[in-house]
T-cell receptor
Framework: DAGVTQSPTHLIKTRGQHVTLRCSPI?????VSWYQQVLGQGPQFIFQ???????GRGNFPDRFSARQFPNYSSELNVNALLLGDSALYLC??????????FGPGTRLTVL | DQQVKQNSPSLSVQEGRISILNCDYT??????FLWYKKYPAEGPTFLIS?????DKNEDGRFTVFLNKSAKHLSLHIVPSQPGDSAVYFC??????????FGSGTKLNVKP
């Protein structure tokens, strides 16, 4: 069975640019969550979507947005990139329950 | 606002002995707690969880203890194996809409 997949694996952008990260959940999973992990810290919750509706939002500025598609895949968009947005972005999917399955992440570098 | 804290960045244990990883939280609304394990270049992997209505949950070599009055949980690994060497994150949630992670403890199990 395919796990959670994320694309791209690595990304380099410059300040002020916009970025779109993509996530495909495990087949059958209807919930997708996004996290930002800065080096040396734990994952910080950004968004959770369930059945295409936003269920939860972390403490991130409006530059961060996300959406979930009918096939349950998801995109995370970040506008007006800052140097501090450089991080590993993790996507996790779950069926309904608390057990989340994480993808390998997208490493974003902002120069 | 760090609602989940792991105060030990690292722990070194001899193979066969017990590993005890600790986690503290501040929000009494949390109703579910989870432990994740992370290897380099991979996303976190779910390990074990516990509901706030319980004080212990066991799964093979892994046991999680919850002390609600102290707002403290711990993960015990017995016996520890070299393959257990990884970064361990504790996480907490209420209503499964938002998840809060600690900063992680790097466990090194020496052969």
């Amino acid at each position: 069975d395919a796990g959670v997949t994320q694309s791209p694996t690595h990304l380099i952008k410059t300040r002020g640019q916009h970025v779109t990260l993509r996530c495909s959940p495990i087949s059958g999973h209807k919930s997708v969550s996004w996290y930002q992990q800065v080096l040396g810290q734990g994952p910080q919750f950004i968004f959770q979507y369930y059945e295409k509706e936003e269920r939860g939002r972390g403490n991130f500025p409006d530059r961060f947005s996300a959406r979930q598609f009918p096939n349950y895949s998801s995109e995370l968009n970040v506008n007006a990139l800052l140097l501090g947005d450089s991080a590993l972005y993790l996507c996790a999917s779950s069926f309904v329950t608390e057990e989340q399955f994480f993808g390998p992440g997208t490493r974003l570098t902002v120069l | 606002d760090q609602q989940v804290k792991q105060n030990s960045p690292s722990l070194s244990v001899q193979e066969g002995r017990i590993s005890i990883l600790n986690c503290d939280y501040t929000n009494s609304m949390f109703d579910y707690f989870l432990w994740y394990k992370k290897y380099p270049a991979e996303g976190p992997t779910f390990l074990i969880s516990i509901s706030s209505i319980k004080d212990k949950n066991e799964d093979g070599r892994f046991t999680v203890f919850l002390n609600k009055s102290a707002k403290h949980l711990s993960l015990h690994i017995v016996p520890s194996q070299p393959g257990d060497s990884a970064v361990y994150f504790c996480a907490a949630t209420y209503n499964f809409n938002k998840f809060y992670f600690g900063s992680g403890t790097k466990l090194n199990v020496k052969p």
